[in-house]
């Protein structure tokens, strides 16, 4: 085999590869790059518009699937969403005039203070990419055990 895979689509590609690893036909830093990219498909980067002094409360451009409870993820923290509301932007007359629709921005109390200079923080995809493959999370975690 020439290299590691570019995508890795199914399943079957990420079992296949993981055997191929194992027996020694492609390079296990390549495999655990690729299912930590994966892994990443997991969030949803929302940007950061403001925060408060505290780093308890984040406005982010408007995002649907923030819900209360969820845990966000932050680096190395993953601080919980203990409310949200969402706040509409005053629209001018010629904002109107122009045709502009309302801006609507999402605001996040957080359980804990994000870390520092956080410019964007993760919210929880509506499909995660084990429920795309169509594989268990304790599975893939499984494989990952096995190579570490």
Request: hydrophobic letters at 40%; one cysteine or more; glycine letters at 6%.
């Amino acid at each position: 085999m020439v290299g590691f895979p570019k995508n890795i689509k199914t399943r079957a590609d990420l079992v296949n590869t993981y055997k191929l690893v194992k027996k020694g036909k492609l390079k296990k830093e390549d495999w655990l790059a690729a299912v930590e990219k994966l892994e990443g498909q997991n969030w949803i980067v929302c940007p950061i518009l403001s925060m408060s002094e505290d780093r308890k409360t984040v406005t982010l451009n408007f995002c649907n699937e923030a819900e209360e409870g969820q845990k966000i993820r932050n680096g190395s923290i993953f601080p919980t969403i203990n409310g949200i509301s969402v706040e509409t932007e005053e629209q001018t007359k010629e904002d109107m005039e122009a045709g502009k629709t309302e801006v609507k921005h999402t605001v996040l109390t957080l359980s804990r203070a994000l870390l520092k200079d956080t410019v964007e923080i993760g919210i929880p995809a509506a499909i995660t990419f084990y429920e795309r493959l169509g594989i268990a999370e304790a599975e893939v975690e499984e494989m990952k055990g096995a190579l570490q």
